[in-house]
Structures are given as structure tokens and as C-alpha cells.
């Protein structure tokens, strides 16, 4: 069955940077788009970025342009998120994402704390 491990959050100070990871198992990785997801308390859950397959067309949400970068390497079945110069609005419960046959498949996810 479709499997997303996220690792790689906690807690760091505004400015500061993480590198989020999911690791993905159960489908054939290489060829699904794969996308990162937010929420934050009392808020909906928000796309961060988004990435297509073989890797080549990425799109992210309008708050996180210019400061995340997602990549994903396909031999490994991971897609990663780099998050640079951290706000704290970025604080939210970070999610790792498919959809296969219809289906969003969702991660556990992962906790950013962005605080001084």
C-alpha cells in the first residue's frame, strides 16, 4: 500500500532554514507527481509545492515562492523540501502527498516551528 514518511522538522528560529524529506513506498514513485502541504492551527490545509514526475515543472504557493525549493530524486523515492530564510508564519504541520487512481494519499506529517 502507498506509504509517505515525512522526517526532518522542529524547531528553529526566524531566518534559520530545515530540509524536509518524505520518503515514499507502495507505488511506483517515478511516475507521480508529488506535492507538499501545510496547516496550521484553525487554518486549512494549504499546497507549498508541488513537483511532476520526472522532475522537470515545479509550482509553489504564493507565501513560500523564492524561499522553498522542492526537489525529488527518483532512485531513492524521496522528495524534499528546502526551506530557507523561515517566518513565523511557516509554522504549520508539514504534509507529503500523491494522488494515485483518484486517491490523495497523505503522510503522517511532519511538525516546523518557526519561534524565537
Known amino acids: 500500500q502507498v506509504q509517505l514518511v515525512e522526517s526532518g522538522g522542529g524547531l528553529v528560529q526566524p531566518g534559520g532554514s530545515l530540509r524536509l524529506s518524505c520518503a515514499a513506498s507502495g507505488f511506483t514513485f517515478s511516475s507521480y507527481d508529488m506535492r507538499w502541504y501545510r496547516q496550521a492551527p484553525g487554518k486549512e490545509r494549504e499546497l507549498v509545492a508541488g513537483i511532476s514526475s520526472a522532475g522537470h515543472s515545479t509550482i509553489y504557493g504564493g507565501s513560500v515562492k523564492g524561499r522553498f525549493t522542492i526537489s525529488r530524486d527518483n532512485a531513492k523515492n524521496t522528495v524534499s523540501l528546502q526551506m530557507n530564510s523561515l517566518e513565523p508564519a511557516d509554522t504549520a504541520v508539514y504534509y507529503c502527498?500523491?494522488?494515485?487512481?483518484?486517491?490523495?494519499?497523505w503522510g503522517q506529517g511532519t511538525q516546523v516551528t518557526v519561534s524565537s
Open positions: 502527498s500523491t494522488m494515485a487512481a483518484g486517491i490523495r494519499y
